[in-house]
């Protein structure tokens, strides 16, 4: 027998609570070292899944196999497991010392390993000289910390995280999510992280799995789930996106003409969304990211095509009515509403371009390259 | 103190409107009278009340009691501080006892019942919960029914050779107060059992902690704060009662006990009461501090939403419910045999009376004065309590810098009753109103019971004040509404739910008051449970069992009464 590739697998995974169904016929696998992030809205089975992982819920059907070995009967203290809460879930009444000790006591290891291992791992999570403090003497951040060193110093298989910085500000979130990634690339552990953050997941993850009422919508690296959204649901949650539904009006070899409402867009085949040829008449689904829109005052429409003169012909273009603008420092964004009446959002980043100075109301000009447009005809809705 | 301000502000804003006749009437409205509006006068009456009959005469007794030490004239016995100390002594060791037992036995009950999924919980609790609603001294001569030297079990143990020791002294006094503190513990257990985040024990979990294991290393230490709170109940309860002493103490002195019997008993000497109440006071009020400081300690906060950690371990769901029921049985028995008891002749050495008959009861209620009495005491100090409660209620909710006020009209629950009673017998002697010597006329019992109920009331007024925001008032108010009619017709409704629960446990405490009224019953208005307690030291144990089923009966009344009307008002509004 080969060495299993995979640190967990999980197969046709199915828990059900009474009539709702939780998690629905689940598949991934895991590689050693890896990773990942479990992304989904609210209430759609992130914590369920994680809750079956760690073995607080029982599967309704299906086998969690961890390190080629089947789980599903294995009570949480035997699965060797760690795991780090949203709420911190820090023993409020140990210090820090022995919050991180606990596990290696549990394991009965001699007090001088237990020592220095505590020590070891304070220092990895940076609290060295915190030993004595209690947990509300500690900020969110530092509980969180508290909570991956004692998570991880008892050298689990899997590291299990349920949206842990979800309670903490912006500005530590983002710290904390930079150690998260450092010590488990320094660890080589394997772990999952749950957020509903998409930008969360895309920074962090080597590899995302986009959930939705508890089915799994797309696994992949964040490039692909970014770039070659299989379907409107991963369009729309990935990154900010326009997504309209159409028709594929007219094709050829290399791109197909989508209809919108009246509006007609081309887009190029075989690069995104899809693999397979999408027939004439097929129900498709569109997304358009607002910072591939190009937007110019109107007139300026010289300096468009000096950008996209390599697809000039077949370049989707038009003028369109400002609707509603921001600026916003680094970039500016704002909608338009197209002289078919479809109304999209764009960004524009100021440093590619000169600052846009438009006002609401006013006539633009904007392009979007038929490079630039993803269509598929796996319809499931956005919400 | 807010509308104060309130109605400056309004006198200033009219003013700057300018109008001669806005200005002449906010003048008008603004005078002191009015700014001293009526629900002022309200708070001055309670905190006068409070003042009055517990501050003035604890401080008193207080004095009075110290005096004691520097007067040269009649000094003390030689052998007076060993005697304190002994009974110190034995008064500890049965709190300590009692606390201790009850506190080890609430703890795995609550774990079972909270935790680990044994069926039919709530029946427990409730059943279990039986004693909060009646008086402490039924548990105590419903042992000797069980246990005294005649008693069922006595003669069971005896049939199998064990020869059960004698129950009179602190044996029997440790048995009912441990049956009669079990609730106090238990819900307050439970209550911590319920503030434990699911996740905390899940962590532990995952690293290895074995179920019983997670229990004793994260769950029991979790709740210390509430381990202590429960035993603090317990001790002061046990220690500052004076009913079972009385019934069941024999010769073992405890400082209530003594207080009581030195102060009714002529050939008592009439400072002993005065330096132990004192001393019991010292006792309760350093434990209380002592106690506060730990907590504060410990003390976490931890906001969650993911529920608490239930376990579904079969054998322990099967054997636990099993254990539940026993000890659940074990300590309703009293209660069964007093059912048992008010309805038998007599019952000495055989398993059941000899002969069952309705005469008890006929006998107990042809003496219609105990009735009528703890009636009277019912409609008068019931309303009074629930009153004075909406009023601290509001007003340690609406002005802050009156909170302090707070610490004494909760003082009656840490202090015995016998202690309030003596001061305000100590207090008030001399007094006399309309030609009749105040402590003489059924007032001072009135008096003396609303001061010692009132915490209980308060508090459960208090928690529903805690629910109501008190930004809804300043908009009414700012829409013009004067203060009391502000609380009545926003505050009021809102917290009415718990206005009957108080009425509920006003009525229980009321009816189930023995220790300050053993203390200071005037003439003819001995109430049902002096009756009992009388009774039970006669020997007319039959009778005193008829006597405290009709008391129970007529909390349960109370209870049923109150309840309907509140289900009446929920149906109304809904
Ligand atoms: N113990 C339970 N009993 C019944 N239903 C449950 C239970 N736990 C979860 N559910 C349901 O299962 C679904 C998935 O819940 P879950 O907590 O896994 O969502 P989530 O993706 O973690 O959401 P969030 O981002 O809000 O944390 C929800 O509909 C939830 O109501
Ligand atoms: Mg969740």
Redesign the interface.
Known sequence: MHEERYDIRIVNLVKKFGSTTAVNDFNIEIEKGKLVALLGPSGCGKTTLLRLI???EKPTSGDIVLRGKVINDV?????????V?Q?Y?V????NVFDNVA??LR??KLPREEINSRVMEYLALVGLTGYEKRM??QLSGGQQQRV?LA??LV?NPDLLLLDEPLSNLDAALRLRIRKEIKKIQRKLGITAIFVTHDQEEALSIADKIYVMRRGILMQGGSPREIYNNPKNDFVANFIGKSNIFYGKVVDADENYYKVGIDGSFFNVSRGKYGVDRDIEIDRDVWVSIRPHFLSVRRNGDSSSVNDNDNRINGNLNRGVARVNYIEYLGSYTKGELKLESGLVMEFELSHSSTEELDVKVDDTVSYSISPENIIVGDTIKGTD | MESGKSNNETKHGSKSLGGINETLTSIGSSSVLSNLSIVHLFYLAAIVFVTMFLVIPIFTLIISSVSIFFETTRPLPPDFFGYMMKVTWNTILLGILTTLITVGIAIPLALLITKFGVSMPSLWIALLTVPLITPAFISSFATIILLGRTGIITKALKLIGIQFPSIYGLLGLVITQILHTIPYALLIIIAGLQTIPRHIEEVAQSMGSSVLKVQYTIVIPYIYPHILMAGLMVFLTSIGDVGAPLIIGGSYKVIAMEIYSNFISFLGDERIPLIFSTWIIIISVVLVFGLNYLMKLTNVKHKFETGIMKYDIKPVKRWGTFVVAFITILFLLPYVVTVIHSFGTIWANTWLPKSFTLKNYRTVIKDTGPIKNTLILIFTVTPTIVFLGIIFGQMFRTTRWFKWFNYFTLMPFVLPGVVIGVSLLQTYSKVRILGKDLVSSVVILIIAIAVRRLPFVLKTIEAGFSKIDTSQEEAARSLGAKDLKTFLSVVYPQIKPSVYSAIIIGIVKVVTELSSALIIYPPGWQNMSLYIAYYVSEGFISRAAAMSIILILIVGVGTAISNHLSRRDLEKYA
């Open positions: 760690a073995g607080f009570p949480p203290q035997k699965r060797n497991i760690g795991i809460f709420d879930a023993f409020p009444i140990m606990y596990g549990i394991k947990p509300s909570a004692r998570a008892t």
